[in-house]
Structure formats: C-alpha cells, structure tokens
C-alpha cells in the first residue's frame, strides 16, 4: 500500500522566515506533485517532479528518489504564503493512473 | 489555456436528496478526469476516473456515481444523499500520466 506522510502537519512562522515542508512515500513513482490549496479550497498545483530540483519564484522543490523524500522551501515567507500544502505522488506500474495525496501541511505565516 | 471549471462552490442538501455535480473542462482534449473526495481531517480520496467518454472505474464502493456524457464533462450524482456524503469534492484533469494535474475550486457538500 502507498503511503504519503507529511510533516509538520501544521507550522506557524513569521514573516521573513526560511520554510520547509516534508513529504516521504513509500513506493516507487513515476512523478511527485507539491499543491497549494487557500481556504477557499480550490487546489492549485505548484510543482510537478520526478527528479532533482525546481524553482519558481520564492519556492523551491526538491526529491531524492533513492530515500523516497521530497521538500517544498519557502523563502522570505510571506502571510500570503499561507495555505495548506499538500505532497501527492504518483506510483509507477498499474496503478499509475491516480494520485496518492497526504494529509497536508497547515502553514500560518504571521506579519 | 487548459481550464477546469467546477460548480457549485457550496451546496446544502436534505438527506435522501438527488445531487449533480458537474466539471468541464476547456483547453484540452480527451483528458483524464477524475473526482476526488475530502473528509475532514483526511487526505484526498479519490472516487472515480475516466480515460474517455461514456468509461468510467469506481475506485471505492459508495452511495455516489459518475458520467462522462461527452470529451470534457464530467459529472458526479447520486439518487439519494446520505449524512456521510457530505464532504469537499474535486474535480481533477489531466493529459497524461505524467503531466501537470489541473484541480478545480472544489464543491463544499453538507448532508442535513
């Protein structure tokens, strides 16, 4: 069984500060997604990855395949910033079809 | 642009109630769709996809079915609402298995 944890699962910084989110799954993936979802509730994707490391902005996402861990950095948080992040990933073989999401990552960033 | 357009944002239903939720999709052709599900507290789980019209898997047995009516529609209904239907329900696309997923705005259902 595929499983996604997430740490912390709630995080409060204040504005300015360096932020990371953590994400470990337990099986092999063909691609891991990082998403922002405001209390609105509408999801909006942030980065796709199956290897290394991108960029946009002040984000940035990382994975390392071998130990099956991937990180969202926040830098010079902002209370805009603030949403729940989530870490889903996508399962190589037959059940490539769908995606296994975590519980999520409640991030306040405070002025 | 691809697009993905859910409605309504929120909706309050008496048990025993039909409900229709419906997606569309613009901007693209011949997606994958998919409806997914959040409880409180949980992640997101999803409930049923479709590679094409009228083809659609159910990936957990519920009170809820889906139709793919034409390329970019995507629609979630049931004939009667349960209590525990209630919940927060995505609409989801995308090209590939290995593209960027598009989400919708979500809908907000509460069962009274």
């Known amino acids: 069984k595929n499983e996604v944890e997430q740490s912390p699962q709630n995080l409060t910084a204040q504005e300015g500060e360096f932020i990371t989110i953590n994400c470990s799954y337990s099986?092999?993936?063909?691609?891991l997604h990082w998403l922002q979802q405001h209390p609105g509730g509408g999801i909006v994707s942030l980065f796709m990855?199956?290897?290394g490391k991108k960029k946009h902005g002040r984000l940035i996402a990382t994975i390392n395949i071998q130990e099956k861990h991937s990180s969202l950095h926040i830098t010079a948080s902002h209370p805009r910033d603030s949403a729940v992040y989530i870490c889903?990933?996508?399962?190589?073989?037959?059940?490539?079809?769908?995606?296994?999401f975590g519980k999520g990552t409640l991030l306040t960033v405070n002025p | 642009s691809q697009t993905i357009h859910q409605w309504p944002a929120t909706l309050v239903q008496p048990v025993g109630s039909p409900l229709s939720l419906e997606c569309t999709v613009e901007?693209?052709?011949?997606?994958?769709l998919y409806w997914y599900r959040q409880a409180a507290g949980r992640g997101l789980q999803l409930l049923f996809y479709?590679?094409?019209?009228?083809?659609i898997s159910s990936e957990v047995p519920q009170n809820l079915s889906a139709s793919r009516p034409q390329d970019r529609q995507f629609i979630l209904s049931s004939k009667k609402l349960l209590l525990s239907d209630s919940g927060f329900y995505l609409c989801?696309?995308?090209?590939?298995?290995?593209?960027?997923?598009?989400f919708g705005q979500g809908t907000r259902l509460t069962v009274v």
């Open positions: 889903a990933v996508r399962p190589r073989g037959g059940s490539n079809y769908k995606l296994t």
């Open positions: 099986v092999g993936i063909s691609a």
């Open positions: 990855l199956s290897s």
């Open positions: 901007g693209t052709s011949n997606p994958n």
């Open positions: 479709s590679v094409g019209i009228g083809q």
């Open positions: 989801a696309f995308h090209r590939g298995v290995n593209t960027e997923a598009f």
